[in-house]
Structure formats: C-alpha cells, structure tokens
C-alpha cells in the first residue's frame, strides 16, 4: 500500500496564479485533513472532510478550497496565489471515530513545498 | 480552544544520553498524540494514549491526566533519533491540535 500520497512535492508560483495540491489515500478511510506547517508554528488544519462529498473548514481556510469527489482524493485549490500562502502543506487520513476505537490514528502525507513569489 | 504547549523548543544531546521532551495542554482531552516529523519532512505517529504510560523499543510516552502533560522520553539516545517531535491532543472528534515540535539533536 501506498499509504496517503501527494502531488506535487515542490511548487513555485506567482503571485496571483491558481493551483491544485492532490492528496490520494488508499486505506479507505473516511477522514482527510489539509493542514499547512510554517515555521515556529504547529501544524494548523485549513480544511478536513468527514466523508465523499463533505467538505468543512478548519483553523485557517481563508484562501483555499477544497473538494472530496471520490473518497480516496481530497483536493486543496488555491484560487490566487499570495507570499502568505508561502509553506508546507500535509494530507492526513484516519478512520472515524467509533466506540470502540475513541482515538485515532491520522495518517500524513509525505508535504508539497510551496512557494509563493 | 486547547492550546498545547511542548518545551524544550530545542535540544541537543550526546548520544546515548536519556531525553525527556515534555508536552502539557489546556483543557481536557479525549488523546494525546506523539508523532516524529524526519528531517526529509515525513509525520509519522509514534505514540497515541489517553492514560498510563506506552512502550515502544527506546521511546516511552506518559501522560497525566490530572495534570493535564504528558512527557516523551527516549532513552540510550542515538543519531537517528534526531528529529522533530511533535505532540497533538484531540478534543472532541478526530481533529488534531498541534504543538510547535521539539528540535533534537544527537551528536554522536
């Protein structure tokens, strides 16, 4: 198994530009997470998705959207670019919580560098 | 919102020295979360309890509930464990919140 996988590793855009970050999981788990890691800073959740078809915002969506289509692949746009949003971005995955398992487990991706000029 | 705080923000260690990297959190929590960011940049999970204390080879996690902190510590300390160690607490649902990490480093 692949694990939770994502595209691109590095990127470097321009002011203003649009893109797309893939996150893919083969685990079939329900929960995905888009968090962004800047330094002297932990990792904050910009959006996360419950299930196919839901998406929520998380501590910093401003700037981004997000889409969950099919429930392997969650997918973090950047509609215009700006230097804030200058950082690494990680996926994570997890099963659900249920009674038996009140905890879980979050699965991350291995990042895609950002850089905004 | 549960803030987490871990300290030292940095360290730096002889190899074989014992590392205690402590971690402590606002309010209660449903888990706490050890995870080891590598230096290529890859989050892995090491540890998730709620009580007690866990095991895992050289690492042993403890958590306080009352005291609301919990301590990662690794002992005979080599190379390869120089990483940053990240601690996480979970509230409500599967949401993480996230300390700023600590820095290791082990000097051979």
């Known amino acids: 198994n692949a694990g939770v996988t994502q595209t691109p590793k590095f990127r470097v855009l321009k002011t203003g530009q649009s893109m797309t970050l893939l996150c893919a999981q083969d685990?079939?788990?329900?929960?995905m997470y888009w968090y962004r890691q800047d330094p002297g800073m932990g990792l904050r959740l910009i959006h996360y998705?419950?299930?196919?078809?839901?998406?929520a915002k998380g501590e910093v969506p401003d700037g981004y959207n997000v889409s969950r289509l099919k429930k392997q692949n969650f997918l973090l746009g950047l509609e215009s670019a700006a230097p804030s949003q200058t950082s690494v971005y990680f996926c994570?995955?997890?099963?659900?919580?249920?009674?038996?398992?009140?905890?879980?487990?979050?699965?991350f991706g291995p990042g895609t560098r950002l850089t905004v000029l | 919102k549960n803030e987490v705080e871990q300290s030292p923000q940095n360290l730096t260690a002889q190899e074989g020295e014992f590392i205690t990297i402590n971690c402590s959190y606002s309010?209660?929590?449903?888990?706490l979360h050890w995870l080891q960011q590598h230096p290529g940049g890859g989050i892995v999970s090491l540890f998730m309890?709620?009580?007690g204390k866990k095991k895992h080879g050289r690492l042993i996690a403890t958590i306080n509930i009352q005291e609301k902190h919990s301590s990662l510590h690794i002992t005979a300390s080599h190379p390869r464990d120089s990483a940053v160690y990240i601690c996480?607490?979970?509230?409500?649902?599967?949401?993480?919140?996230f300390g700023t990490g600590t820095s290791l480093t082990v000097i051979p």
């Open positions: 994570a995955s997890s099963s659900p919580i249920r009674l038996s398992t009140p905890y879980n487990e979050q699965f």
């Open positions: 685990m079939n788990h329900e929960y």
């Open positions: 998705s419950v299930g196919e078809g839901t998406t």
């Open positions: 309010v209660g929590i449903s888990a």
């Open positions: 309890l709620s009580s």
């Open positions: 996480a607490v979970t509230w409500t649902g599967n949401q993480f919140y």
